[in-house]
C-alpha cells in the first residue's frame, strides 16, 4: 500500500485522571475515504482535535508524507495542508459567510482585507458545492441553519485545496439532500487525491464512501480494516463490544475492566 | 466568475436565492433594514431616536439651548467621553469590560501635566509620555487577565483602586496642576480658523464620496454583494448637510455679546475625535487585526481553531483602551484646566461604558463600531449640558444618567435575545 499522508503513532492522550487516547495509531492515505468509527466518547473527538493541532499530545508521533513534523497549533497544520471540520463547527456567529471563511488566513492587499478577492473564492467554492439554499453569501453566520452552518464549515475546509480533509460528523444536521452532497463531495475530494476522514455514525453512510474503517473502542484502536474486508454487522460489534470475531481487541483482563 | 446571470428562471449550481437582485432598489434596502430591526439588529437607532428627545426636551425647556454658544460647548464636554468610549469599545468587543480607564485617563494626564511643569517638556514628548503611561497600564491588565485568567471585572476594579494612588502620591490631597500648555488647553478653547475649517469639511465630505462611490463600482463591477446606487447617494448627501451643517454652525460668530468679541469656528477637540474615528473605523473594518477583534468577541474557541493569536489580540484590546482613556484624560485636563486627583475617579468612566451602549455596542461581545462610541457621547454629554441649563441639582443629573444607562443595557440585551430568536 502507498505510504501514509498523514500518520499518527502510539498517541496517547490524557485530560487530566481520564485517559483518554491509549497507544493510538492512526493512518489517512491519499486518495481514500478513512473512517473513524466508534461509540459516544470513544474519543474520536480528541483525535481529531490532536491531528488539528489544537491539543496536544501526551506520547507519541506525528508523521506527514512520512517525515516527523512538529505542531504547535491550529497555524502548523494548516500549514500542512490538513483542515478540519468540527463537530462543533467553529464557527463565528457575528461574522458572515465570507468572513468565517477567510478566519485567520484573510487576503490583504497592502494593509487592508482584499474583500473582493475574498468574497469572489468564496462564491466560486459555495458554487461548486452546489449550495442553493443560502440567500448571500453577506449574511451573517448567527442567521444561518444548521445544515447551512455546517455547509459553510465544510466549504470553509476545502477552500484551501488542502491534502487531507476531516470531517466530524458532517452529516449529523442534515437533511437528505444536504447528507448526499456531502457524501458524494467526501467521495469527490477523495478521488482528487485527498486524504480525507469521515466520522459518522451512519453505517451505511461509512459502508457506501469509505475504502478503510478505523474502530476505536475506549479510546484504544480496536481494528483498522479495510472496508471489503468486514461487513455491517462486524463493524457494529467493533463499536460496541471491541471485537468481532478475528478483529479487535484482545481478550485482557488488564484491559477489559477499562 | 460564476454567479453572473440575468436569467433567475434558471436556478443556476451557486445562484445564491437572491444575491443577484440583493438590494437592487431603495425599496429592498428599506425591507432589509426594517427586517434587521425587526430582528433585533437596532444598531445606533436607539441613541439617534434618543439624541432627538433630549434637543426637543431641552430646547422647549431653554431658549439658550440650541444657541451656537451652548452647541459648540456641548461639542468640546462630548469630546472626552467619546474618546473613552472608543477605547472601551475594544474590551467590550471582546465581552470584556475596563473599570480602570478613567483613572487610567486621570493618571496619564497627571504625568503629562508634570513633565509640562516639572520639566519643561515639549508638549508633544509630554502628550506621548502620557498615552505611553496609559499603553503600560493596559499592558498590565491584559497580561493578568490572559494569562492568569482572572477576570476584566476584577482585574480592573484593583487597577481602579490602585491607580487612583499615582495623581494622589504625585500631586498630593487637595493639590492641583494647572493644565495651560498653549496646545494642549487651546484643544479646549481654542478654535479652527474657518477657512481651515471649511476646507476640511469639503475635503472629508469628497474623500467619503469617492470612497464610497468607488467602492460601489468595483463591487457592481464584479457582481459582489452591494448597496444600490441611490442608497450610496443617500448616504453621501447626508454626511454631506450634516458636516457641512455643523461646520455652518460653528464658523458663525457665537459669542454672547458679538459685537465685543468674535467666537468662531471648529473647537480643536472636533478634528482630534474625527481623526480618532477614521482611524479606529479603518482598523476595525479593513484590517486583519480588526477582523480578528470581531471573531475573539463572537467566539474564541473558533478564532483559536483557525489559528488566531486569542492572547495577542486581548491585550492588544486593553493597551487600545487605556491609551484612549489617556488621550480622554489629557482631553479631560484641557477642558478644565488642570488635573487633580480626583481626576477620572468620578462619573467618566460609567458616562463613557453608558455611551459605548447606547451607540449600540453590545455588553455580551462581537458587536460594536467606534462610530457608537460619537454617538452615544452625544447623548450622555447632552444630558448634564441640558439639566446644568436648567439649573438642576446634580443629583437628577446623576439619576437621570444612570436610568439612561440601564435603559441601553436592557435595549442590548432585549435585542440580543431577538437576533438569537430571529437570526439576523
Ligand atoms: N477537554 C476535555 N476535558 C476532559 N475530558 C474530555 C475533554 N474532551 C473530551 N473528554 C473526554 O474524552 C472522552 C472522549 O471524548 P470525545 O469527544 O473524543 O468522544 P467522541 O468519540 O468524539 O464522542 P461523540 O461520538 O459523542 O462525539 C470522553 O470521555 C470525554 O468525556
Ligand atoms: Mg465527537
Redesign the pocket.
Known amino acids: 500500500m502507498a505510504q501514509p499522508l498523514l500518520e499518527l503513532r502510539g498517541v496517547n492522550k490524557s485530560?487530566?485522571v481520564?485517559h483518554?487516547l491509549h497507544d493510538v495509531d492512526f493512518a489517512v492515505y491519499p486518495g481514500q475515504v478513512t473512517a473513524l468509527v466508534?461509540?459516544?466518547?470513544?474519543?474520536?473527538?480528541?483525535?481529531?482535535?490532536i491531528i488539528a493541532g489544537i491539543?496536544g499530545r501526551d506520547t507519541g508521533d506525528y508523521l506527514f508524507d512520512g517525515q516527523s513534523v512538529n505542531v504547535h497549533g491550529p497555524r502548523d497544520v494548516a500549514a500542512l495542508g490538513v483542515e478540519v471540520v468540527y463537530?462543533d463547527l467553529a464557527l463565528c456567529e457575528n461574522l458572515d459567510i465570507v468572513e468565517n471563511m477567510f478566519l485567520g488566513r484573510e487576503e490583504t492587499k497592502g494593509i487592508t482585507l482584499d474583500e473582493v478577492a475574498m468574497e469572489s473564492r468564496a462564491r466560486e467554492t459555495l458554487a461548486s458545492l452546489s449550495v442553493r439554499t443560502v440567500k448571500s453569501v453577506r449574511q451573517s453566520v448567527s442567521s444561518l441553519s444548521g445544515g447551512q452552518r455546517q455547509t459553510v464549515a465544510i466549504a470553509k475546509a476545502v477552500l484551501w485545496n488542502s491534502k487531507v480533509v476531516l470531517l466530524?460528523?458532517p452529516t449529523a444536521a442534515l437533511g437528505v439532500a444536504q447528507t448526499r452532497q456531502v457524501l458524494d463531495l467526501v467521495r469527490r475530494l477523495a478521488d482528487r487525491g485527498l486524504g480525507v476522514v469521515l466520522?459518522s455514525?451512519n453505517m451505511g453512510d461509512v459502508m457506501e464512501v469509505a475504502d478503510r474503517v478505523t474502530a476505536?473502542y475506549l479510546?484504544r484502536v480496536a481494528a483498522d480494516v479495510h472496508v471489503e474486508e468486514v461487513t455491517h454487522g462486524r463493524i457494529v460489534e467493533l463499536i460496541t463490544a471491541g471485537r468481532s470475531g478475528d478483529l479487535g481487541i484482545a481478550e485482557n483482563p488488564a484491559t477489559a475492566t477499562v | 466568475m460564476s454567479v453572473e446571470s440575468d436569467t433567475p428562471a434558471k436556478p443556476a449550481d451557486g445562484a445564491f436565492a437572491s444575491d443577484n437582485r440583493q438590494a437592487v432598489t431603495l425599496g429592498d434596502s428599506a425591507r432589509d433594514y426594517v427586517n434587521r430591526l425587526r430582528g433585533g439588529d437596532m444598531g445606533s437607532l436607539p441613541a439617534i431616536l434618543g439624541l432627538v428627545v433630549l434637543f426637543v426636551v431641552f430646547s422647549t425647556l431653554h431658549d439658550r439651548f440650541l444657541t451656537t454658544y451652548n452647541m459648540a460647548n456641548l461639542v468640546v464636554q462630548a469630546g472626552s467621553i467619546i474618546v473613552l468610549a472608543m477605547g472601551l469599545v475594544f474590551v467590550l468587543l471582546l465581552g470584556e469590560i475596563d473599570l480602570s480607564a478613567g483613572v487610567a485617563g486621570g493618571a496619564s494626564a497627571c504625568v503629562t501635566a508634570l513633565m509640562l511643569i516639572d520639566h519643561d517638556w515639549h508638549w508633544l514628548l509630554a502628550t506621548i509620555a502620557g498615552i505611553v503611561v496609559g499603553a503600560v497600564i493596559g499592558l498590565a491588565i491584559g497580561a493578568l487577565v490572559s494569562f492568569l485568567g482572572i477576570p476584566s471585572f476584577v482585574v480592573t476594579l484593583a487597577f481602579f483602586l490602585a491607580l487612583q494612588a499615582i495623581p494622589l502620591k504625585l500631586i498630593g490631597s487637595g493639590g492641583s496642576l494647572r493644565f495651560n500648555n498653549e496646545v494642549l488647553r487651546g484643544l479646549s478653547i481654542k478654535n479652527v480658523p474657518v477657512t481651515a475649517g471649511w476646507i476640511a469639511a469639503v475635503v472629508i465630505v469628497l474623500g467619503f464620496a469617492a470612497l464610497a462611490l468607488w467602492r460601489y463600482r468595483s463591487r457592481s463591477a464584479r457582481g459582489l454583494v452591494h448597496q444600490p446606487l441611490p442608497l450610496v447617494i443617500i448616504q453621501i448627501v447626508v454626511l454631506a448637510v450634516i458636516i457641512f451643517g455643523l461646520t455652518a454652525l460653528l464658523s458663525a460668530n457665537r459669542a454672547p455679546n458679538p459685537n465685543l468679541f468674535n467666537i468662531s469656528g471648529i473647537p480643536w477637540v472636533l478634528p482630534v475625535v474625527i481623526a480618532l474615528l477614521l482611524f479606529w473605523t479603518f482598523v476595525l473594518t479593513r484590517t486583519r487585526f480588526g477582523r480578528h477583534l470581531y471573531a475573539v468577541g463572537g467566539n474564541a474557541e473558533a478564532a483559536r481553531r483557525a489559528g488566531i493569536n486569542v492572547t495577542r489580540i486581548r491585550i492588544s484590546a486593553f493597551v487600545i483602551a487605556s491609551s484612549m482613556a489617556a488621550v480622554s484624560g489629557l482631553l479631560a485636563a484641557s477642558y478644565t484646566g488642570k488635573v487633580s486627583p480626583g481626576s477620572g475617579g468620578g462619573n467618566e468612566l460609567l458616562y463613557a461604558v453608558a455611551a459605548a451602549v447606547i451607540g449600540g455596542t453590545s455588553l455580551f461581545g462581537g458587536r460594536g463600531r467606534a462610530m457608537d462610541a460619537v454617538i452615544g457621547g452625544l447623548v450622555i454629554a447632552t444630558i448634564p449640558n441640558g439639566l446644568g441649563l436648567l439649573n438642576q441639582a446634580a443629583y437628577i443629573n446623576l439619576l437621570v444618567t444612570g436610568g439612561v444607562l440601564l435603559l441601553a443595557a436592557s435595549v442590548d440585551a432585549i435585542s440580543r435575545r431577538r437576533r438569537s430568536a430571529a437570526g439576523v
Not at chain 1, 466508534?38 to 482535535?49: E, F, Q, R, Y
Open positions: 485530560f487530566g481520564a483518554v466508534g461509540d459516544n466518547g470513544a474519543g474520536k473527538s480528541t483525535l481529531v482535535k491539543y463537530q466530524d460528523e466520522i455514525h476505536l479510546g
